[in-house]
């Protein structure tokens, strides 16, 4: 009888990563620490993805708005909406210039992962701090640089090129962007390292007429999977977790309030 296979899989290992970096904590329902998601709140995903994020904000009761200009994944992320406890839910189908919704709406407002991909951030910015209600929080992330660069090493040039990553935001580029939005920063967070390693030694392996290499089954990837999940488990393995997500993260995430 055939053995099951017992290779990590990479999407597995970046999951329990995000977790263990204090995101999408069910027993506190904070999407991240300091950001409490109630059922009373409104939740507005801009540029949803596969809806991981809003899709734990609609388990905690929410009225979740989300919004993606792909159909498909859009509509992904509807079906994961609809069988939660959400009290309501909107999907809208955008490029989100501009966001297709009144002022102030959203109690919580999350953008991760997009300000690369579009023309000028700052408008964009200035969108999502419209819709977010005085006194509203904003969950906004970027690919950090020093990750870009690693990944630019093997990544094929189309990666760098619209509808891709058209810009990569130096350090402290981010931050400067928000308080000229009038934000006030309450943190920030640097993480990811897991990601950034993988995503350069997948298209080390795989070519550069590879998709998107997620879950390369490839030796050398799968050796960096499964070294980091033996750090998952390590009892003090969080130390070096710590350290290589200063020095090389992935994301460059930020936790900003909308005066008032």
Not at 142 to 164: H, W
């Given at each position: ?39 009373t709140d409104t939740v507005i995903d801009v ?25 498909a994944r859009l509509a992904t ?184």
């Amino acid at each position: 009888m055939m053995q099951q296979d017992k290779r990590p899989r990479a999407s597995h290992v970046g999951l329990r990563e995000v977790v263990l970096d204090g995101w999408l904590d069910v027993q506190t329902g904070q999407l991240t620490d300091g950001v409490k998601i109630r059922a009373t709140d409104t939740v507005i995903d801009v540029g949803c993805g596969d809806g991981a994020h809003i899709n734990f904000c609609a388990n905690q009761g929410a009225e979740v708005i989300f919004i993606d200009r792909d159909a498909a994944r859009l509509a992904t992320t509807e079906a994961k909406v609809k069988a939660s406890p959400a009290h309501a839910y909107r999907a809208i189908q955008s490029d989100c210039d501009p966001i297709d919704l009144e002022d102030g709406v959203g109690d919580v407002v999350i953008c991760t992962e997009v300000l690369e991909h579009v023309d000028d951030p700052a408008r964009f910015v200035a969108e999502l701090v419209r819709v977010a209600r005085p006194g509203g929080q904003l969950v906004i992330s970027v690919p950090d640089y020093r990750s870009e660069k690693l990944i630019g090493a093997t990544a094929p040039p189309e990666y760098f090129q619209a509808p891709n990553h058209v810009r990569v935001f130096a350090a402290g580029q981010l931050r400067e962007l928000l308080l000229q939005a009038g934000l006030e920063i309450e943190s920030e967070q640097w993480m990811g390292a897991f990601w950034g390693m993988f995503l350069a030694l997948s298209w080390l392996t795989a070519g550069h007429d590879a998709p998107l290499p997620i879950d390369n089954d490839h030796p050398i990837p799968d050796h960096w999977t499964r070294l980091w999940k033996a750090l998952q488990e390590h009892p003090d393995g969080g130390v070096i977790r710590s350290a290589l997500n200063q020095l090389l993260p992935r994301t460059h995430c930020i936790v900003a309030r909308k005066p008032g």
